[in-house]
């Protein structure tokens, strides 16, 4: 073997195994878990009133988290609040979600996660945080009135928040199974999102499907589905 090609087999040596590396540390990056942030804090009461816990966290515009709260020593309840003080979500607002918020940041920024008690009684709580993954999520109008479908495979015994939000109608969601029976909907539309949440018993493809109020409704629409 000549000088050249041996110099021209040692440099293709370097590129593949070059290239494997790369698609080593693509394939990992894919695959890396959700991370989890975790705040722990004490609640402290005295004559019948708590000092509440004070936490800030960092949310990148367009995702979704679950922020959920828990103790063994008090009853908490979690609030999450803008800066200026103003609430956007509270643990209690849907009874499905167990003592957690489903927040989809509007914007980038940092917000204020307020803990308190519903006793006068202090205690540790712990607040878990978390971006959840995206099933499902689609931008489209909705022109006279006519329902539109979208269809998404959902597993077993996990709990799934699907988020429908417009401006320029009051929306339904219902939720159909692959045999067209409605296993879930939300007629209730408060403010600009209706939410439903919904753990299917068996493995399968569903179809959600987006109607409005009235037969001759148009307006856009935003649809996502996350699994919590």
């Known amino acids: 073997m000549n000088r050249f090609n041996l110099r021209f087999l040692l440099v293709s040596l370097v590129s593949i195994l070059a290239s494997l590396e790369m698609s080593t540390n693509?394939?990992?990056a894919q695959t890396s878990p959700a991370r989890t942030e975790t705040m722990n804090g004490f609640l402290n009461c005295k004559?019948?009133?708590?000092?509440?816990?004070?936490?800030?966290?960092?949310l990148v515009r367009g995702r979704t988290y679950a922020i959920c709260v828990e103790s063994t020593e008090i009853q908490p309840r979690l609030f999450l609040e803008s800066?200026?003080?103003?609430?956007?979500?509270?643990?209690?607002?849907?009874?499905?979600?167990?003592?957690c918020?489903?927040?989809?940041?509007?914007?980038?920024?940092?917000?204020?996660l307020i803990a308190?008690?519903?006793?006068?009684?202090?205690?540790?709580?712990?607040?878990?945080?978390?971006?959840?993954?995206?099933?499902?999520?689609?931008?489209?109008?909705?022109a006279n009135g006519r329902a539109r479908g979208h269809d998404l495979a959902l597993e077993a015994?996990?709990?799934?928040?699907?988020?429908?939000?417009?401006r320029d109608f009051s929306a339904f969601v219902r939720l159909l199974n692959s045999d067209?029976?409605?296993?879930?909907?939300?007629?209730?539309?408060?403010?600009?999102m209706a939410r439903l949440v919904f753990v299917?018993?068996?493995?399968g493809i569903y179809r959600v499907m987006i109607t409005a109020a009235g037969p001759s409704v148009n307006g856009d629409f935003a649809i996502r589905v996350c699994e919590d």
């Open 26 to 28: 693509i394939a990992s």
């Open 47 to 58: 004559d019948g009133a708590c000092v509440f816990g004070l936490h800030y966290v960092d």
């Open 83 to 99: 800066l200026d003080g103003s609430v956007l979500a509270a643990d209690t607002d849907y009874a499905d979600l167990n003592g």
């Open 101 to 112: 918020i489903v927040f989809h940041a509007p914007a980038t920024g940092r917000y204020r």
């Open 116 to 142: 308190n008690s519903f006793t006068p009684v202090g205690g540790a709580y712990v607040i878990t945080m978390r971006e959840l993954p995206v099933v499902l999520s689609v931008e489209g109008v909705l």
């Open 157 to 166: 015994g996990r709990r799934y928040v699907i988020d429908l939000e417009s």
């Open 180 to 192: 067209d029976v409605i296993v879930a909907f939300e007629d209730e539309c408060l403010g600009d």
């Open 200 to 203: 299917p018993r068996r493995s």
